[in-house]
């Protein structure tokens, strides 16, 4: 069996896992990262997009809301080409309780969230679609963030460093000997080959898949509380701000424009099973009349897709916890198990946000450090990650005015996101996938309103003529990616995207009659 | 300044794309040339990369010639052309409007200064060397079917006549084609009118402000056409019609002020656009009731007809060709190409002139198979394109009913 052994296997590849391995590369040393599916699927990759800037937890949770605060200025530093700085507006509906705006301006200050306070009017102008009826309205940082983009950017970090990042490579026993972890057994999910990693610590940063993964290694009472929550998008940015109603944290109370949608967030229902997917359609509908709240004729506006993604909500079985998911601190928890189990070479990191990974991967790498008695400093607050160097903000408009340059002499393949071949077949080639789920991720590939309808065919055509890629392999990606896009659609499927399902369906049935491809 | 609410209804309708490409198939640009990349790229799919005060860094969108075809093509109702227009706005606001484009969008200071020395600037525009300085310095292309002064004004002529003043009180917009360039058709248009029973009055009137429009000129184009709609209202409020024969002038009186522009609240031009009739929308209609006089003498002659973009766009079928088929002699053969390329202005340009002769190309080619000697067409601009591209006569198709009438 093939060997790998390195200081510090990171196992899980979402924002924290990534930023655990690029924090360590830096700091120089020797990175394993293992992640049972392709980086940023897990909870990372099923977020609504929002950078946040604390204000959404100044009242109810004073610690998670300064820390969001803090890291947001330093993520925009270091990954400004994965940001957008849409800013935020808090804005007081005629559904919201009036006297949380003053307690919400008052947590503000105490947590040291930006916070403004502007006129209704102007908040109006800058978002025409607004509810006319909003009577209080204060501007924060908030942010969208790409989630891929920034994934990637921190596992290529780390690779430039000597770090092996290895997708679809799931864990199948952690290696404890006596009171010592020292690595794990992995299988390419894709080869059914398995490798053994040796490590001399091994990160868990597996989110809401941490007690699953503690318990291989014999851990008991880690108990990460999945809390499931939909998100929906819609097929145009109805708003360039994000928009949060002033009040506790609820459900459909805030709509993040990122790239070329905005997506409305969220539910939260607590789940036994964090791989639980499951779209209650009431829950869909109750969203949607929520952003009728925010924003009218949202109903009205075409939804693209439906998804739903888990927040891994840690609570120490060691200790009495709280029950309501929503309750549950925001903040983020790194166990020592040396310190709490007993149990040397092992650490969990769960909870938290996805604007806190950076936090999380230092205050983790530094416990690392610690324990194999080699303090480095973190310097990840201050090297910008490849591509945001410069400092400037991704902007919406980016892909367009290069598509203008080169209208000429690209042809264009994903109309909606305007995705040209030469840029298809570089990532195929890089990635050395005919998963068009993974080119999805990267690229943006068929996440426009077609939902894939018009570029699908044209990419599996391009894989069918690349060397090296067998018709079967080809073709199944092109079945894959059809399926895997229904399971988002068919709960909106009503309106603008019930017709575009139709003429989709029309194309790859019949036209194409996939179902029968070999 | 596009009122942000009313742009964002416009690009609500993005929502309604399927990506079915008819636009693109219907767009007479982007058959003819890859500077436009099409109106379904321009319109619904970069729509979603603009944002509010970011503009983007895109210049193909001012290759659309503004005709409306997508719009009209669209079946599922989204407002391309209406979007494309906006990004074209942008665009200019960004980079600038050229000298050209502002003075090529006011016919009225254009007809002003031209009138009095008619000879003299006819002849410059025949001349070869100034048309190559005119080029060179403003960007009107050496080749481009400008028209020529009539020397005299229509309104002169409307103020000396003698209105018979009994019968159907109408009002006629007459446009500035006809004002400047083709009073001959105005004339007519008053007679064929009158023969039909109609009370015409010419009140004062001014440009409507759609070559400011098209040439992403709002602010003005806005003030033209207010202005126009303030001097029309008195006469529409007690119910009296408007006519027009200019089908460009009067499609943006009935639609596109309101619809590109954002002009829906101005209650004067509510007013008029509701009561603004193109002659031979009409003129059918008046058929439709028994009510036409069809005391036509017989014309013996090969007409191919050819409906434009914009009187397309009112959304009325094609007239002409059922008034046309009245006339006894006429042998009508209707064209279906889609546009003569010329697009109001755009075809003057020196980047696009040529553009604008491909996009005709297949309508020349058309007139020229149909053997017909005389093209009619609604649109003054289209009629200078199709004589410039056909080497023949282009008519308003109400000059035929005119000759038919004996008047």
């Known amino acids: 069996m093939e060997k790998l052994s390195a200081d510090v296997l990171v196992i899980g590849g979402g924002a924290t896992g990534a930023g655990v391995a690029w924090d360590a590369a830096l700091r120089g040393l020797d990175v394993v990262l293992v992640e049972r599916g392709d980086l940023a699927t897990g909870t990372s990759g099923r977020f609504h997009g929002l950078l946040h800037s604390g204000g959404r937890y100044a009242v109810k949770d004073p610690s998670a809301a300064h820390e969001c605060a803090r890291e947001n200025g330093v993520v925009r530093h270091v990954a400004a080409d994965c940001v957008e700085d849409t800013g935020g507006l808090f804005v007081a509906t005629p559904f919201d309780d009036p006297a949380y705006a003053d307690r919400f301006a008052e947590g503000c200050r105490k947590t040291g969230v930006p916070c403004e306070e502007i006129e209704p009017a102007r908040a109006l102008r800058e978002e025409p679609r607004l509810n006319p009826g909003i009577s209080r309205a204060f501007r924060v940082p908030d942010g969208s963030i790409e989630v891929w983009k920034l994934v990637w950017a921190l596992a290529r970090g780390a690779q430039d460093r000597g770090a092996r990042v290895l997708p679809y490579h799931e864990v199948v026993a952690v290696h404890r000997g006596g009171d010592q972890v020292h690595g794990a057994r992995v299988r390419n999910t894709r080869t059914g080959q398995e490798l053994d990693v040796e490590a001399a610590v091994t990160v868990s940063a597996s989110g809401a898949w941490a007690g699953q993964i503690a318990a291989m290694a014999g851990i008991e009472g880690v108990h990460v509380k999945p809390g499931r929550g939909i998100m929906i998008a819609m097929s145009h940015r109805l708003v360039n701000t994000v928009i949060n109603r002033c009040q506790l944290p609820t459900d459909g109370d805030i709509i993040v424009p990122i790239e070329t949608v905005c997506v409305i967030g969220t539910t939260d229902v607590g789940t036994d099973d964090p791989d639980d997917h499951t779209i209650i359609q009431a829950e869909v509908d109750a969203m949607l009349e929520d952003g009728e709240r925010l924003v009218p004729g949202f109903k009205q506006a075409r939804a693209l897709r439906v998804w739903t993604g888990v927040r891994p909500l840690f609570e120490d079985r060691k200790e009495n916890g709280a029950t309501d998911t929503r309750d549950v601190t925001r903040a983020h928890a790194l166990l020592d198990h040396r310190e709490r189990d007993g149990v040397t070479g092992f650490f969990t990191i769960t909870g938290g946000k996805l604007t806190t990974y950076r936090l999380m991967a230092e205050e983790t790498v530094d416990a690392v450090c610690l324990q194999l008695g080699d303090a480095r400093p973190c310097t990840t607050s201050a090297e910008p990650l490849a591509g945001s160097e410069n400092g400037e903000y991704h902007r919406v408009g980016d892909r367009l005015g290069r598509r203008e340059q080169r209208l000429l002499d690209d042809q264009l393949i994903c109309e909606c996101e305007l995705i040209p071949r030469k840029r298809i077949e570089e990532t195929i080639r890089w990635r050395g996938t005919t998963d068009l789920d993974d080119l999805r991720r990267l690229l943006r590939l068929g996440m426009g309103p077609c939902q894939g309808g018009f570029c699908i065919y044209r990419v599996a055509g391009i894989l069918h003529g690349l060397d090296g890629i067998d018709t079967p392999d080809a073709n199944a990606g092109l079945i894959d990616y059809v399926r895997e896009r229904w399971k988002g659609v068919w709960p909106v499927l009503y309106g603008d995207q019930l017709r575009q399902a139709r003429l989709d369906e029309w194309i790859y049935q019949g036209v194409l009659d996939v179902e029968h491809l070999q | ?407």
């Open chain 2, 1 to 407: 300044m596009i009122d942000d609410l009313f742009h964002e209804r416009l690009r609500s309708s993005l929502d309604h794309c399927v990506k079915c490409t008819i636009c693109e198939t219907a767009c007479p640009v982007a058959n003819v040339t890859p500077l436009f990349p099409g109106p379904k790229y321009a319109g619904p799919q970069a729509e979603r990369f603009r944002a509010h005060g970011q503009p983007a860094d895109e210049s193909s969108v001012d290759y659309c010639s503004g005709c409306g075809l997508c719009t009209m093509s669209c079946p599922q109702g989204v407002k391309i052309a209406e979007l494309n227009a906006h990004a074209r706005y942008a665009v200019k606001q960004r980079k600038g409007v050229p000298l050209r484009d502002r003075l090529i969008a006011r016919p009225t200071v254009l007809g002003r200064l031209g009138t009095p020395v008619a000879p003299i600037a006819n002849a410059m525009l025949k001349a070869r060397p100034a048309r190559v300085l005119a080029e060179r310095v403003l960007g009107i292309h050496r080749d481009a079917p400008v028209p020529r002064f009539a020397g005299r004004r229509f309104r002169t002529w409307a103020r000396r006549r003698q209105a018979p003043g009994v019968g159907t009180k109408i009002v006629y917009f007459h446009g500035c084609g006809t004002e400047y360039y083709e009073p001959d058709v105005g004339e007519k248009v008053v007679a064929v009118l009158e023969h039909n029973g109609y009370s015409v009055e010419i009140p004062e009137q001014d440009c409507c402000g759609l070559p400011l429009q098209s040439n992403g000129l709002f602010e003005d184009a806005r003030k033209y056409v207010q202005r126009l709609a303030r001097a029309l209202a008195p006469h529409a409020r007690d119910g009296t019609l408007i006519v027009g024969n200019a089908t460009s002038c009067t499609l943006m009186l009935k639609r596109e002020a309101r619809e590109i522009l954002g002009l829906e609240d101005d209650p004067d031009l509510a007013l008029v656009s509701r009561q603004t009739y193109d002659i031979c929308e009409l003129l059918l209609e008046l058929h439709d009731r028994g009510q036409l006089r069809t005391d036509f003498e017989p014309v013996e002659e090969v007409v191919a007809y050819h409906a434009p973009c914009q009187q397309q766009g009112h959304w009325i079928g094609k007239p002409a060709l059922e008034l046309l088929a009245l006339v006894p002699g006429l042998d009508v053969r209707e064209l279906d190409a889609r546009c003569c390329g010329i697009a109001g202005t755009y075809g003057f340009k020196r980047e696009k002139y040529q553009i604008a002769m491909d996009a005709g190309a297949e309508l020349f080619n058309q007139v020229e198979a149909s053997g017909a000697r005389v093209v009619a067409c609604d649109s003054e601009t289209c009629r200078w394109q199709i004589e410039h591209g056909t080497r023949r006569p282009s008519v308003h198709p109400i000059e035929l009913l005119h000759q038919a009438y004996r008047l």
